[in-house]
């Protein structure tokens, strides 16, 4: 069983559209997290949610928007692409996100803007 | 600032020997955390070590932590061909902070 599902696993799109990328993770953690990995290696935290609430959000455009229709799922949506969006986009989960411990991550999302 | 710095950024050794590397950072922490990227594929966590203890196993991986020079280093023995991947550390200050990677130690073990 996948613990930590990310969909699409592949993006190519044109600027300007409008995407959205879902995760879904089966452990039953209460927290799940948004990263992105630009063509350096360098991975940045985006989002966390805890429990349906944002508990930090780092200085990302708002084009981004973090949506959580329950506990298991946390999909990242982006307007408006810009050909900077290009990157590997990875959830990760983790049991609760006040003590920052072991993290679980997806096998990730490779957009590209074109 | 910055946590979570590796070094080297790129090693290549033969398969059985030792690899070493090395993460600095910059303020204090709760633990440190090393992960590992095969390419194309999400990461994987290998071990933490909270602030309080200086040494810790996990099969082939040995990792120490050393609060007072600000620093970590993740140690495979006997290196596989499997073991070929990216290396990060994170480091994790504690509240709403999260985790700081670094940019990766990329270890190519030649057969």
């Known amino acids: 069983d996948t613990a930590v599902s990310q969909t699409p696993k592949y993006l190519v799109t044109q600027m300007g559209n409008d995407k959205s990328i879902k995760c879904e993770q089966n452990?039953?953690?209460?927290?799940m997290y948004w990263y992105k990995q630009d063509s350096k290696k360098f991975l940045k935290i985006m989002f966390s949610?805890?429990?349906?609430?944002?508990?930090i959000n780092e200085t990302v455009p708002n084009r981004f928007s973090p949506k959580s229709p329950d506990k298991a799922h946390l999909n990242l949506h982006i307007n408006s692409l810009e050909l900077g969006d290009s990157a590997v986009y990875f959830c990760?989960?983790?049991?609760?996100?006040?003590?920052?411990?072991?993290?679980?991550f997806g096998p990730g999302t490779r957009l590209l803007v074109l | 600032s910055q946590q979570g710095e590796e070094d080297p950024q790129a090693l290549s050794i033969q398969e059985g020997e030792n690899a070493t590397m090395n993460c600095s950072y910059k303020?204090?922490?709760?633990?440190l955390q090393w992960y590992r990227q095969n390419s194309g594929r999400g990461l994987v966590h290998l071990i933490l070590?909270?602030?309080?203890?200086r040494e810790k196993h996990s099969g082939r991986l040995r990792v120490t932590l050393d609060t007072s020079k600000k620093s970590s280093s993740l140690l495979i023995t006997a290196s596989r061909a499997a073991d070929t991947a990216s290396y990060f550390c994170a480091a994790n200050e504690g509240g709403a902070d999260g985790l700081t990677f670094g940019k990766g130690t990329h270890l190519i073990i030649q057969p």
């Open positions: 949610y805890n429990n349906k609430e944002l508990i």
């Open positions: 990760a989960s983790s049991q609760d996100g006040y003590s920052w411990e072991t993290q679980y």
């Open positions: 303020t204090s922490i709760n633990n």
């Open positions: 452990l039953g953690h209460d927290t």
């Open positions: 070590i909270r602030s309080n203890e």
